[in-house]
């Protein structure tokens, strides 16, 4: 394999990565009582190690009390979890490695009585976990103006304790996904309506978190097509939509759009080969993330069916990197299984790479 696509500088402003690959981030829960421990430090400091050119943390939760339903979810807020955040920063640059914290809430899939603070109301755009499925007192205007303050202050904080950008989760059905979608979106206000519309939250985050955290600071927004309550979901079904979509949330201030779909490979829309990343590349000019099942022959709803997924070439994957369809590539449970998994792809030690198993997500190594 000629590999030379995976490894050639990225710069954007302020952030320089030695090679294009990325680590996806991957909720692990290993954070008693939101605060990362040593071992979290360890595990991503491996990763830095093991030649990864930039990381993505796992979810991290805004200090809202309804953020998250499991308290070994990492927090990112108070002293004592910016303190664990500091030593991971410390760890990963120790190695030369670049980090970004992913912030995070989970909004309407929190499960009442859960988390941190069982008593708080979950936070809900319309109250709805699915269409026409209420359950839930939909924020307030004001709620949502205080929840964009929310993710503002936690860029602040990963940009003073030294994280290297910052990646705002607006995926997977979680609450700015929620914003966007449809389904779980009816509001009258500005929050509400067109998918335009519907975006005004993640705009307004978007922008509070360039105020607050200046020019320089790298934006990555995490986005998706599908959602965890509706694998098949679509926000954009042509590319005309698409466009209308992103150009707001580009022009808001993202510099780096991370584009999740379930097999990289895929073609987005009929009568291209580009994936979601080649296609949002295009309409915004701004770099992109892609991800999904690099190295694997399973996709990752497998592994939660208790399956594991065996390792399988690149060859897909560097055709799309030699052809400039997007610039980075997320890697998700292969490194989980490898920590070097880049250094072993660099290497041409493919055959040395170890499957994935269902002990890879039970342990933190």
Not at 43 to 68: F, M, S
Not at 230 to 254: I, K, W
């Amino acid at each position: 394999m000629n590999t030379s696509a995976l490894f050639t500088p990225f710069e954007l402003g302020q952030l320089k990565l030695a090679n294009r690959t990325v680590m996806a981030p991957m909720t692990r829960g290993f954070s008693p009582n939101g605060i990362p421990t040593d071992d979290v430090a360890e595990y991503y400091r491996r990763r830095a190690e093991g030649g990864v050119g930039l990381i993505i943390t796992e979810g991290t939760l805004i200090n809202h009390p309804a953020a998250t339903d499991n308290t070994s979810y990492p927090s990112f807020f108070g002293e004592e979890a910016l303190a664990g955040w500091k030593k991971v920063v410390d760890a990963v640059h120790s190695v030369g490695g670049k980090i970004m914290p992913q912030i995070w809430h989970i909004g309407a899939t929190r499960r009442p009585g859960t988390g941190p603070v069982p008593d708080a109301p979950t936070a809900s755009p319309s109250g709805l976990v699915s269409k026409d499925k209420k359950v839930f007192e939909a924020l307030t205007t004001e709620e949502v103006e205080g929840l964009v303050a929310d993710y503002a202050q936690a860029a602040f904080d990963a940009k003073e304790i030294g994280f290297d950008g910052v990646e705002i989760h607006g995926a997977h059905g979680y609450l700015i996904d929620q914003f966007f979608w449809a389904d779980t979106n009816v509001r009258t206000d500005r929050y509400g309506g067109s998918l335009k519309a519907r975006s005004q939250f993640a705009i307004e985050i978007v922008k509070a978190v360039r105020e607050r955290c200046g020019e320089g600071f790298p934006i990555v927004f995490r986005w998706s097509q599908w959602k965890q309550q509706d694998y098949t979901a679509r926000l954009t079904n042509t590319p005309e939509e698409l466009a209308e979509f992103l150009q707001p949330l580009s022009d808001a201030g993202v510099d780096i759009f991370h584009c999740s779909q379930r097999r990289f490979w895929e073609p987005e829309f009929e009568g291209s080969d580009m994936n979601l990343a080649g296609w949002t590349k295009k309409i915004t000019g701004k770099p992109t993330i892609s991800v999904g099942s690099v190295g694997l022959d399973q996709e990752f709803l497998s592994s939660f069916r208790g399956e594991g997924a065996d390792v399988v070439n690149i060859d897909k994957l560097l055709e799309k990197m030699n052809s400039h369809e997007f610039d980075l590539i997320a890697i998700g449970r292969a490194l989980l299984a490898n920590a070097d998994w880049v250094n072993k792809i660099k290497n041409g030690q493919l055959d040395t790479l170890k499957p994935f198993t269902p002990d890879n997500i039970a342990q933190l190594l």
